[in-house]
């Protein structure tokens, strides 16, 4: 079965520096998807950044970035530039590319503070 | 577009008791999925439905909890009777379904408090 792993319960980052978020997964699955969702206080979970796994280029949105690391199944989340409205709970997951499960397993979580 | 609508938003009741969760996922979307999340913890999956059939149910309690999707559209998620370890926030999320269609859309959740 996948897991997924956040060892880091809390991290703080100042105003406009860059801070980087740990995941590690366990699979046997050769294609699959790890996503980055960021969770505000209001609960309304919100997709950040996606990678496939058949990619070997790191996926960047504006200032969240990822280093994927397939062998070694990490997947960490870099945020550049860092702002008093990226405070929020960051969950890693993973879904499974199996046709017809599209399974999606959730890490638990990294409470992001950020200081002004 | 509309996103993943939930009602209620709130709910409080005693042990033993019983609660319905209903949930309506965007248009179009085949997949929808129940997950409970208890406080500090990540979203746990329930129950995935593929339109209105299950996909996965494996920790669902199903001694207390049970889930339909009739149609294929809207679902609902019961607990009957409510113990006080199910006090969490239940979250509905669906897609699109297929493979490339990777993104959940979640919707606001179901604060579950019982007492």
């Known amino acids: 079965a996948q897991t997924v792993t956040q060892s880091q319960p809390e991290m703080s980052v100042q105003e406009a520096e860059t801070v980087t978020l740990s995941c590690t997964y366990d699979t046997s699955e050769s294609d699959y998807y790890l996503f980055w969702y960021k969770q505000p206080p209001s609960r309304q979970m919100i997709l950040v950044i996606r990678q496939e796994a058949y990619k070997q280029q790191n996926a960047t949105e504006n200032r969240f970035s990822v280093n994927f690391q397939k062998a070694a199944k990490s997947f960490s989340l870099k945020i550049s530039d860092s702002q008093l409205g990226d405070a929020a709970m960051y969950f890693c997951a993973y879904r499974s590319s199996v046709s017809g499960t599209y399974k999606y397993i959730f890490g638990t979580g990294t409470r992001l503070k950020v200081l002004a | 577009e509309a996103g993943v609508a939930q009602s209620p938003r709130y709910k409080i009741i005693e042990k033993r008791q019983s609660v319905a969760f209903w949930c309506n996922p965007i248009?179009?979307?085949?997949?929808l999925y129940w997950y409970q999340q208890i406080l500090g913890q990540g979203p746990k999956l329930l129950i995935q439905f593929q339109n209105n059939g299950v996909v996965d149910d494996s920790q669902l309690p199903k001694d207390r909890f049970s889930a339909e999707r009739l149609k294929g559209v809207d679902s609902t998620l019961k607990i009957q009777p409510a113990k006080l370890e199910d006090s969490a926030v239940y979250l509905c999320?669906?897609?699109?379904?297929?493979?490339?269609?990777?993104?959940?859309?979640f919707g606001p959740g179901t604060r579950l408090t019982v007492t």
């Open positions: 999320a669906s897609s699109a379904g297929t493979e490339s269609s990777y993104e959940q859309y």
């Open positions: 248009s179009g979307h085949a997949t």
